[in-house]
């Protein structure tokens, strides 16, 4: 199978000079967390929500709300493009790897289209037991913990969300995407001098997207593709029948799993 028989053709594009105000817009409209910055037709860098939130967030940019921020100061310019005739096994090969998990599909040097983890899960077909991919212990944040903490264990660990836990049980999530709007909205709100204090001491329950979607610790892997799919999120955590988290398992733990069987035959 080919990279153009799943990619997304109807691209959401931004330009350098488009602000982050309007972007975080976008993301927020089209349910979406990075987006090719297109100029003249060629992808010269993507935008991604992690990027938004490390801008939003330094010390650097006290001061500086998003509509004064443009994409070209947050874009990522070293990335790979594949093309439509691009075998999917080449693609899930990097799957997990760091950089931009969105792959522009470039024709004759013009964008076409994109390809992300989320237009791969239909592929994902297991009947397996999700416990066999799950990651077990979960890195959890509690909703009174500070998002600065939050956001520290997310860069510690290379991970792009987290559960919010309280008494063993999910209340909710907290990932790049809430954590740049909640950065912008404080910056466009809160005055100059408070603006540090405020960050600070923003609390995880302020900025957590809820309710969490959680499954079973007895679903297989396709059921858990496809829970993802159609609530359209990158985590599910796993719970047992106390409704307490056991594990968690995101897209790159479905496409590693995807490329593992394919590999096998």
């Known amino acids: 199978m080919k990279v153009g028989e799943v990619m997304t053709k109807d691209v959401i594009y931004v330009s350098k000079s488009d602000d982050l105000s309007h972007i975080l817009h976008l993301m927020e409209k089209h349910n979406i967390t990075k987006l090719p910055v297109v100029e003249d037709g060629k992808v010269i860098g993507i935008v991604t929500d992690n990027k938004i939130a490390d801008k939003l967030g330094s010390i650097r940019s006290r001061g500086i709300t998003?509509?004064?921020?443009?994409?070209?100061?947050?874009?990522?310019?070293?990335?790979?493009?594949?093309?439509?005739?691009?075998?999917?096994?080449?693609?899930?090969?990097t799957v997990g790897e760091p950089?931009?998990?969105?792959?522009?599909?470039?024709?004759?040097?013009?964008?076409?289209?994109?390809?992300?983890?989320?237009?791969?899960?239909?592929?994902?077909?297991?009947?397996?037991?999700?416990?066999?991919?799950?990651?077990?212990?979960?890195?959890?944040?509690?909703?009174?913990?500070?998002?600065?903490?939050?956001?520290r264990l997310?860069?510690?660990?290379?991970?792009?969300?987290?559960?919010?836990?309280e008494e063993g049980k999910v209340v909710g999530i907290i990932a790049d995407r809430e954590i740049a709007f909640a950065f912008a909205n404080l910056k466009k709100s809160i005055s100059l001098g408070h603006q540090h204090h405020q960050l600070m001491n923003l609390l995880v329950r302020d900025v957590m997207k809820t309710p969490a979607i959680t499954a079973r610790d007895n679903i297989t892997i396709k059921d858990a593709a496809e829970i993802m799919m159609k609530h359209e999120i990158g985590c599910l955590p796993i719970v047992g029948g106390n409704n307490k988290i056991k594990g968690i398992v995101t897209r790159t733990d479905l496409l590693k799993h995807l490329l593992k069987e394919l590999k096998e035959g």
């Open 66 to 93: 998003a509509s004064r921020l443009h994409a070209s100061s947050v874009m990522e310019k070293d990335f790979e493009v594949v093309s439509p005739d691009t075998e999917i096994v080449d693609i899930l090969a």
């Open 99 to 151: 950089g931009p998990t969105m792959l522009p599909v470039v024709s004759n040097e013009h964008l076409v289209g994109v390809v992300t983890k989320a237009d791969l899960l239909p592929l994902v077909k297991s009947e397996k037991s999700i416990k066999e991919i799950m990651t077990s212990p979960v890195i959890t944040v509690k909703p009174d913990e500070r998002v600065v903490h939050a956001r």
């Open 154 to 165: 997310m860069l510690d660990n290379d991970i792009a969300r987290l559960p919010v836990v």
